[in-house]
């Protein structure tokens, strides 16, 4: 079974504050990718990387950076957390393929007071 | 760009109803997937359409791929209260690795 984990289900933050956000895979997937999801507006890409240490911005990487280092490893972060970065976020993995599903980890509930 | 709309937003129904939730676009996906989401979790695969008019069936569900690949369909047969969740739909973009996703049906089936 394929299993994406992702470091916390539910977390609360002070503004101002840096936030790490870990994802797992354990597929030997290529592609792994950090979305934020926010009602009314979907899933929104943030980051996605294609191989270790490569790394391309989304639609939304504004006050987000990334990290990967090992291939199933990767970590979202919040240099300086502010209150409209309080959302679901959802990490996904998937092959390199065209036709891939992406599998997607249960989620983070981060609250930036 | 290449979006993806889905419709209804939201749909609230009685258990043993039928219904139809839509995907469009205005350009062509080389395939499409459907996800479900419950409450508190992550999105969970469904099926995947990559052939024009494909039909694939998965026991009440029945997803259909447009003929010309810019559109789907979701169909539930007698719903069930199990049924209850956002429904996504996703494709791979044209240009990159990434996914492109429908802003997502909001399914409630009352008992």
């Known amino acids: 079974d394929v299993k994406v984990t992702q470091s916390s289900r539910y977390l609360v933050k002070r503004t101002g504050e840096k936030v790490f956000l870990e994802c797992v895979q354990d597929m030997d997937h290529e592609n792994m990718f950090w979305y934020r999801q926010d009602p009314g507006l979907g899933l929104r890409l943030i980051y996605f990387s294609y191989d270790v240490k490569m790394k391309e911005k989304g639609d939304i990487p504004e006050g987000y950076s990334v990290s990967r280092e090992k291939k199933e490893r990767f970590s979202l972060i919040l240099e300086s957390a502010s209150t409209n970065q309080t959302s679901m976020y959802l990490c996904?993995?998937?092959?390199?393929?065209?036709?891939?599903?992406?599998?997607f980890g249960p989620g983070t509930r981060l609250l930036v007071l | 760009t290449q979006l993806l709309e889905q419709s209804p937003q939201f749909l609230s129904i009685q258990e043993g109803e039928n219904l139809t939730v839509y995907c469009n676009s205005s350009s062509v996906f080389s395939s499409l997937q459907w996800y479900r989401q419950e409450p508190g979790e992550g999105p969970v695969l469904l099926v995947t359409v990559v052939t024009g008019g494909e039909v694939k069936k998965l026991k009440r569900l029945t997803f259909q791929f447009g003929d010309a690949r810019k559109d789907s369909s979701l169909h539930i047969t007698a719903a069930q209260t199990g049924d209850t969740g956002l429904y996504l739909c996703a494709g791979p973009s044209s240009r990159t690795y990434k996914y492109i996703f429908g802003t997502g049906t909001r399914l409630k089936v009352l008992a």
């Open positions: 996904a993995s998937s092959f390199r393929g065209r036709v891939e599903t992406q599998y």
